[in-house]
C-alpha cells in the first residue's frame, strides 16, 4: 500500500502546476547587489570545494534567507590564489527565482581530469500555499519532509541537475559556458572516475526507493540514468563511492539507521549488488571518501550515530577495509556538518560548516596524510573563510 501511495503522489506532482525547474536560473557574474553582501546574511551552509591544477581554490556554499528551503536562498562561488589565506568576492550566483516559484540550491564543485572546472547546484519548484495545494504537506510520512514556510510550500521531491563549465579556471577572468540540466536528481558530492574512463555521479531520485545515479562514458557529453538496489531508510541518500584496487566500485550511501549504508559493483557501476549496513557511524549526514593522491582512502564523517558534531579524518591502508588512523578536525562542539574535499601538492583541502543559522561559519582545514597519522589528540586546526556579523 505504501508504495501505491507513493507512486500517486509522485505522479501528482510530477504533473502539478508548471515546470519551471527545468529551466535554469540565472547566473550572476561578480554582483555587486547588496543582498549577496557576507555581513547580512542570516543563514549559510553546505559548503563544497575545487582546486585547480594550478592550485586556485574554489569554495561554494549556499545562503540567502533565514534558513533552508527559503525562496531568497541562493549558492555563491568565491575563490583564493594564495592558498586560502584571503578569497575573493563572489565570482557568481546562482539566486533562486521567485517570480517563477523556483528554488536553486545546494551548490556541488568538482575538478574534472582535464582540469576544467565544473559547477552543479539542483532546482526545484516551490509552489505559493493554497487550498489547490495544501494536500502536499500529507506525503510526509509516506515519501519525505514536505517543508512549509513563508507562504509556500517546498515539496522538494522533483529536482533537476544543472551543471556550467569552465574550461580555463586559472584564468584571471574565468568564463563558464552556458547552463545545462543534464539530467533530474538531487547531486550533492563528488562524481567518481572509473580506470575504464567511466564517469559515476550519484545524483539521486527522492521519488524512488531504490538508489539512483548517472552515468556518462564520453567525459560529460551524454548521461545514461540507471538505478540500484533498495535504499536504506532516509530521504537524502548523498552516495559517494571510489574504485578498489580489485576494480570494483565501493559506494557509501548516507542513511537514518545510525550507521552508513554499502554497496558494491563489480561491473563498473552498470549495478550494485544489495545495500547492506556498514558499522561506520553517521548521524544522517553527508560524508566524504575518496582516494588519495598516495593511494590510501580518505573518510571525513561525523564521528557520532545521532549528533552533528566531532568532525574527523579517518585514513586507510588497505583500501578502505580498515580505518586504524583517525583526528578530529577544528574546535567546534556543536553542529559541524557537510565536509567536502579536494587534494593539491601533497596537502588535502577539506571545508564544513557550524551552525547554520546561528555561528553560519564555513571552515577550511590544510593538512597531511602525516597529520593523520600522528601521535596525540590535539585536533586538526580549521580556518572560519566566512562568517557573517553578529
Not at 206 to 220: H, I, P, W
Not at 279 to 308: C, H, K, M, Q, W
Amino acid at each position: 500500500m505504501l508504495e501505491v501511495t507513493k507512486r500517486v503522489i509522485a505522479e501528482s506532482i510530477r504533473g502539478f502546476g508548471s515546470d519551471e525547474a527545468k529551466k535554469p536560473c540565472k547566473v550572476l557574474y561578480r554582483p555587486e547587489d547588496e543582498k549577496y553582501a557576507e555581513s547580512i546574511r542570516q543563514f549559510q551552509g553546505c559548503p563544497t570545494l575545487a582546486i585547480t591544477r594550478g592550485g586556485r581554490i574554489y569554495l561554494g556554499w549556499y545562503s540567502g534567507g533565514v534558513r533552508e528551503p527559503d525562496m531568497e536562498n541562493y549558492n555563491l562561488l568565491i575563490y583564493s590564489d594564495d592558498g586560502g589565506k584571503t578569497f575573493s568576492s563572489p565570482l557568481l550566483v546562482i539566486p533562486s527565482e521567485i517570480e517563477r516559484n523556483v528554488h536553486a540550491l545546494d551548490i556541488q564543485l568538482w575538478t574534472a581530469p582535464n582540469g576544467a572546472l565544473w559547477l552543479f547546484w539542483v532546482q526545484n519548484n516551490a509552489y505559493p500555499l493554497t487550498a489547490e495545494n495544501d494536500w502536499m504537506q500529507g506525503t510526509e510520512q509516506d515519501l519525505r519532509p514536505v517543508v512549509r514556510f513563508d507562504g509556500r510550500i517546498y515539496p522538494d521531491m522533483r529536482h533537476t541537475a544543472w551543471c556550467i563549465v569552465c574550461e580555463d579556471p586559472d584564468a584571471e577572468n574565468p568564463v563558464f559556458f552556458e547552463p545545462r540540466n543534464f539530467d533530474i536528481g538531487f547531486l550533492r558530492c563528488k562524481p567518481l572516475v572509473l580506470s575504464s574512463g567511466r564517469w559515476l555521479f550519484f545524483n539521486y531520485d527522492q521519488l524512488t526507493d531504490t538508489y539512483g545515479y548517472s552515468v556518462s562514458d564520453d567525459e560529460g557529453k551524454n548521461f545514461r540514468r540507471l538505478y540500484g538496489p533498495q535504499k536504506h531508510p532516509t530521504p537524502y541518500d548523498e552516495t559517494m563511492a571510489y574504485e578498489k584496487k580489485d576494480g570494483t566500485v565501493l559506494a557509501l550511501a548516507r542513511t537514518a539507521e545510525g550507521t552508513l549504508a554499502q554497496m558494491t559493483s563489480a561491473d563498473g557501476g552498470l549495478t550494485f549488488a544489495e545495500a547492506t549496513a556498514t558499522e561506520i557511524a553517521s548521524p544522517n549526514t553527508r560524508f566524504y571518501i575518496g582516494r588519495t593522491p598516495s593511494g590510501r582512502v580518505l573518510l571525513v564523517n561525523n564521528d557520532d550515530r545521532e549528533i552533528r558534531h566531532k568532525m574527523t579524518v579517518y585514513l586507510s591502508e588497505d583500501d578502505g577495509e580498515t580505518f586504524p588512523y583517525k583526528k578530529r578536525v577544528g574546535e567546534q562542539t556543536h553542529l559541524t556538518s557537510y565536509p567536502d574535499v579536494d587534494f593539491y601538492d601533497g596537502k588535502i583541502y577539506l571545508t564544513y560548516d557550524h551552525e547554520r543559522t546561528d555561528a553560519k561559519e564555513i571552515l577550511l582545514s590544510v593538512f597531511t596524510e602525516e597529520d593523520i597519522m600522528q601521535d596525540g589528540d590535539a585536533p586538526i586546526p580549521a580556518k572560519i573563510i566566512s562568517k557573517p556579523k553578529q
